[in-house]
């Protein structure tokens, strides 16, 4: 089983970067694809970015491509996901989740197991 702990938030003015991590226990954690996810106060968990587990595929949502990047390190059994020219509406709580082992890891849906989350906010 593999366990997720999420870190790196933090408050950052618009424009400004930040790198998140999530850091996995567990052997199998190369098996999985990772996602991340945010969710805003009074909002709803929205989809961010997913990561397969071969490090060579990733999807990112409308909201936040060409501005984020998702990477892994499976030595490290680490996924990072660094996010440049932060925008106020960026602000939220960011979870990662591993994949259920369903075939699809491009959607919200496909993860679960989510970390506690590490807050990010951004100031306009």
């Known amino acids: 089983q593999v366990q997720l702990v999420e870190s790196g938030g933090g408050l950052v003015q618009a424009g400004g970067s930040l790198r998140l991590s999530c850091a996995a226990s567990?052997?199998?954690?190369?098996?999985?694809?990772i996602g991340w996810c945010r969710q805003a106060p009074g909002k709803e968990r929205e989809f961010v970015a997913s990561i397969h587990w071969s490090g060579r595929m990733s999807y990112y949502s409308d909201s936040v491509k060409g501005r984020v990047t998702i990477s892994r390190d499976d030595a490290k059994k680490i996924v990072y996901l660094q996010m440049n020219n932060l925008k106020p509406e960026d602000t939220g709580t960011y979870y990662c989740?591993?994949?259920?082992?369903?075939?699809?890891?491009?959607?919200?849906?496909?993860?679960?197991?989510w970390g506690q989350g590490t807050q990010v906010t951004v100031s306009s």
């Open positions: 989740g591993h994949d259920r082992a369903s075939g699809y890891w491009s959607d919200l849906v496909d993860f679960d197991s």
């Open positions: 567990g052997r199998t954690f190369s098996n999985y694809a």
